[in-house]
């Protein structure tokens, strides 16, 4: 019965990990998700929605891998797509607690995003 509680807990978890040591995965994510929110009002049905969101994803990543200006924009991108969540997350906190709680997520996300790029180099 445990087993069954502590097996999703543990996907989870593991899927977090990766995305936070692979902040190039997470930032391609982040820019995958750019154009289902510009498309998601054209009527267009879930397949065709993944398969943008997939093509965009895969795009970015290797955009990040061949080209350094692919890195600081995707980064940049990434980090304000954290403030943006950051932001999102309470709605019934107070303003300044949501626009201070999105500025640490989105530090954080540079500080991240700065670190993994410079000991990937």
Same mark, same amino acid.
């Given at each position: 019965? *445990?087993?069954?509680?502590?097996?999703?807990?543990?996907?989870?978890?593991?899927?977090?990990?990766?995305?936070?040591?692979? *902040?190039?995965?997470?930032?391609?994510?982040?820019?995958?998700?750019?154009?289902?929110?510009?498309?998601?009002?054209?009527?267009?049905?879930?397949?065709?929605?993944?398969?943008?969101?997939?093509?965009?994803?895969?795009?970015?990543?290797?955009?990040?891998?061949?080209?350094?200006?692919?890195?600081?924009?995707?980064?940049?991108?990434?980090?304000?797509?954290?403030?943006?969540?950051?932001?999102?997350?309470?709605? =019934? =906190?107070?303003?300044?607690?949501?626009?201070?709680?999105?500025?640490?997520?989105?530090?954080?996300?540079?500080?991240?995003?700065?670190?993994?790029?410079?000991?990937?180099?």
């Amino acid at each position: 019965m *445990l087993a069954i509680i502590l097996l999703p807990l543990g996907i989870i978890l593991g899927i977090a990990k990766v995305l936070i040591t692979r *902040l190039d995965l997470l930032n391609s994510l982040m820019a995958g998700a750019v154009p289902i929110f510009l498309t998601r009002n054209m009527g267009l049905d879930e397949k065709t929605s993944w398969i943008i969101f997939g093509v965009a994803a895969l795009v970015a990543f290797i955009l990040q891998h061949m080209f350094k200006i692919g890195k600081i924009l995707l980064g940049i991108w990434g980090c304000v797509a954290v403030g943006i969540l950051c932001y999102l997350f309470r709605d =019934s =906190s107070p303003y300044t607690t949501r626009i201070i709680t999105a500025g640490v997520g989105m530090v954080i996300a540079v500080v991240m995003n700065f670190g993994f790029w410079m000991l990937e180099d």
